[in-house]
C-alpha cells in the first residue's frame, strides 16, 4: 500500500462525511501530525478534489470528485450498450473499436473491441489519451464547450509532432465536426496509427462519450462504409440510452 495514496483517500472519506472540516480536525480524525495533513490536502486542493472557504479556512469536497462520479454513472450504463454495436463496426470494418468518456483533459477508454483479424493485440480498457489529440475527444469536446474552452485554456501537448496544438486551429476542427457528425485523427496520439470517431449522446442529449474505429495511417482514406458503419452505431447506442436521434444521417 503506497501510504501517500491511502492518506489522501482517508481525508477524502473525512470530507465525505462532513459539510466543512478543520485542518485540526482531519488531522485528528486520521491521527496525523498537522503539518503532513496539510501537505496532502494542498495537493488535493491543486486537483479540485478539495476546496477551502475563504472565510472559515475550513475544507470540503472540491468539484473534481463531483466529475469522476458524473463519469462513473455514465460510464456504467454506457459501456453495456456498446459492446455489441463496437463488434458489429468491428466486423463490418476490420477495424479496431474503442468507445471512450472525458476525464478532464483526457479519454478514458472503456471498451475496447480489436480487430477481427486474429492478430495479436493489447487490451486498451483503461488506457487515457490526451483528449486534443484523439478522435474520441474531439468527437466529445465539439459538443462541449465548456470542456473544450478550459481545455484551450491551457498549453496543449504536441505528442507526434502532427498534433493540433494551435488554440484557434483546434476550435475550427471541432466545428467541422458539430457540422458532420464526426471526428478525425491522424497520428496525433501515436505516429502511425489513425482514428475516425462519432460522439454519442445520453438521455437529455448531452455528449456522454464516443465510439471511434482505429486503423493504420497508411489505411486513410477510409472506406465511406467504414464512416457509415461507425455512424450508425454511435447512432444506435445513442438510441439505446434514450437520446434525441444523434448524429444525423448525412
Do not use: C
Request: aromatic letters at 4%; zero cysteines.
Amino acid at each position: 500500500m503506497i501510504q501517500s495514496v491511502d492518506r489522501a483517500i482517508r481525508i477524502l472519506n473525512v470530507l465525505k462525511g462532513a459539510r466543512l472540516v478543520s485542518l485540526k480536525e482531519i488531522a485528528g480524525r486520521l491521527d496525523l501530525p498537522a503539518s503532513t495533513t496539510h501537505g496532502i490536502i494542498k495537493t488535493l486542493v491543486a486537483h479540485g478534489m478539495v476546496e477551502q472557504e475563504s472565510d472559515s479556512g475550513r475544507y470540503k469536497l472540491g468539484p473534481a470528485v463531483l466529475l469522476l462520479g458524473n463519469v462513473y454513472l455514465d460510464t456504467l450504463e454506457l459501456r453495456t450498450r456498446s459492446i455489441r454495436w463496437a463488434e458489429e463496426v468491428a466486423k463490418r470494418t476490420g477495424y479496431a473499436v474503442r468507445v471512450g468518456v472525458l476525464l478532464s483533459e483526457d479519454v478514458v477508454i472503456i471498451h475496447h473491441e480489436p480487430r477481427p483479424d486474429g492478430t495479436r493485440q493489447m487490451p486498451e480498457v483503461g488506457i487515457v489519451i490526451p483528449a486534443h489529440a484523439s478522435a474520441l475527444g474531439k468527437a466529445i469536446l465539439a459538443r462541449r464547450s465548456s470542456d473544450a474552452d478550459r481545455l484551450l485554456g491551457r498549453t496543449l501537448n504536441n505528442m507526434t509532432g502532427e498534433t493540433i496544438v494551435d488554440p484557434d486551429e483546434f476550435r475550427k476542427e471541432l466545428a467541422t465536426v458539430r457540422v458532420t457528425g464526426i471526428a478525425n485523427e491522424r497520428d496525433e496520439a501515436v505516429l502511425g496509427e489513425s482514428g475516425q470517431g462519432a460522439p454519442i449522446l445520453g438521455p437529455t442529449g448531452e455528449v456522454i462519450g464516443a465510439i471511434e474505429m482505429v486503423f493504420t495511417s497508411g489505411e486513410w482514406p477510409i472506406d465511406e462504409a467504414a464512416t457509415v458503419a461507425l455512424r450508425e452505431s454511435a447512432r444506435n447506442i445513442s438510441r439505446e440510452l434514450g437520446a434525441p436521434p444523434f448524429p444525423p444521417e448525412t
